[in-house]
């Protein structure tokens, strides 16, 4: 089974700190992605990668950075967490499959809850 | 506004009953996929329909696809407690440049 493991299940930075999130997959997916899940407002993708080194933006990058510097690994950066921020954030794996890269279904993490206070 | 909605917000249902959930989109989809989150965890991955498909099914699920209308359902037959989740339907949209965009989901609760 393919594992997407993220580093923390909950995590509590404050205003201002510089916040790294981990996520790692065993199954040597090339797309890796970031949503961010909030109540009424579903998943939204915060940024995605097909390829090491490689980085697009989703539909709220603004906050965020990520870094891609290994195929298993795919880091969100949060240059200087705001309250706003405060959310459950998803990490997702898939296998690339040419053109129809998105025929393959999303392999999720069980999440990171954090919280920005 | 989403690109997928998925409705009803909320459905509350017996065990042994039915459970039908509706999504609908906006802009033409290469495929649509359903997946499925137990409370404070991941999402998990159920089917996948593609947009010249108008239904599948797998093990109790049965899903279907118009796109002349632009929906799509998933049918969960005699539900059992273990289905309590939330549904999401996602949609893999053609001029996206493969972005999966997801609905605020379905929170199914099934009452033994």
């Known amino acids: 089974d393919v594992k997407v493991t993220q580093s923390s299940r909950y995590l509590v930075k404050r205003t201002g700190e510089k916040v790294f999130l981990e996520c790692v997959q065993d199954?040597?997916?090339?797309?890796m992605f970031w949503y961010r899940q909030d109540p009424g407002l579903g998943l939204r993708l915060i940024y995605f990668?097909?390829?090491?080194?490689?980085?697009e933006k989703g539909d709220i990058p603004e906050g965020y950075s990520v870094s891609r510097e290994k195929k298993e690994r795919f880091s969100l950066i949060l240059e200087s967490a705001s309250t706003n921020q405060t959310s459950m954030y998803l990490c997702?794996?898939?296998?690339?499959?040419?053109?129809?890269?998105?025929?393959?279904?999303?392999?999720f993490g069980n999440g990171t809850r954090l919280t920005v206070t | 506004s989403q690109q997928g909605e998925e409705d009803p917000q909320a459905l509350s249902i017996q065990e042994g009953e039915n459970a039908t959930m509706n999504c609908s989109y906006k802009?033409?989809?290469?495929?649509l996929q359903w997946y499925r989150q137990n409370s404070g965890r991941g999402l998990v991955h159920l089917i996948l329909?593609?947009?010249?498909?108008r239904e599948k099914h797998s093990g109790r699920l049965r899903v279907t696809l118009d796109t002349s209308k632009k929906s799509s359902s998933l049918l969960i037959t005699a539900s059992r407690a273990a289905d309590t989740a939330s549904y999401f339907c996602?949609?893999?949209?053609?001029?996206?440049?493969?972005?999966?965009?997801f609905g605020e989901g379905t929170q199914l609760t099934v009452n033994p």
């Open positions: 997702a794996s898939s296998f690339y499959r040419g053109s129809s890269s998105y025929n393959s279904p999303l392999h």
């Open positions: 199954m040597d997916h090339e797309n």
């Open positions: 990668s097909y390829d090491v080194k490689m980085k």
């Open positions: 802009t033409s989809i290469n495929n």
């Open positions: 329909i593609r947009s010249n498909e």
């Open positions: 996602a949609t893999d949209r053609e001029t996206s440049g493969s972005r999966l965009t």
